[in-house]
């Protein structure tokens, strides 16, 4: 079984930076990938960014040159340093770790950007 908890969320003024860290436990991790989702009021859950056990990583468009996801594969960790928020990131940030099993979710981190 794997764990999966996520830190970080907060409230930030547009223009403002935060980082969010997950980190995960449990056995035979043999993780493969780690990333981030992000689900608003009323919106479908989106792909935020991802980056693989090699270090290759994928953002989304609306995202790229703002967001940076880095990952410590010794603590198990992944981050996201976001820069440059704007409202509409305001939402709750999923962490996901993906095994040769399957997928693993922590319970979310609220982001909210806001004057």
């Known amino acids: 079984q794997v764990q999966v908890v996520e830190s970080g969320g907060g409230l930030v003024q547009p223009g403002g930076s935060l980082r969010l860290s997950c980190a995960a436990s449990?056995?035979?991790?043999?993780?493969?990938?780690m990333g981030w989702y992000r689900q608003a009021p009323g919106k479908q859950r989106e792909l935020a960014a991802v980056i693989t056990s090699g270090g290759s990583t994928n953002y989304a468009d609306s995202v790229k040159g703002r967001f940076a996801i880095s990952r410590d594969n010794a603590k198990n960790t992944v981050y996201l340093q976001m820069n440059s928020l704007k409202p509409e990131d305001t939402s709750v940030y999923y962490c996901?770790?993906?095994?040769?099993?399957?997928?693993?979710w922590g319970q979310g981190t609220q982001v909210t950007v806001s004057s």
């Open positions: 996901y770790v993906r095994n040769y099993i399957r997928d693993y």
């Open positions: 449990g056995t035979d991790l043999s993780i493969r990938q």
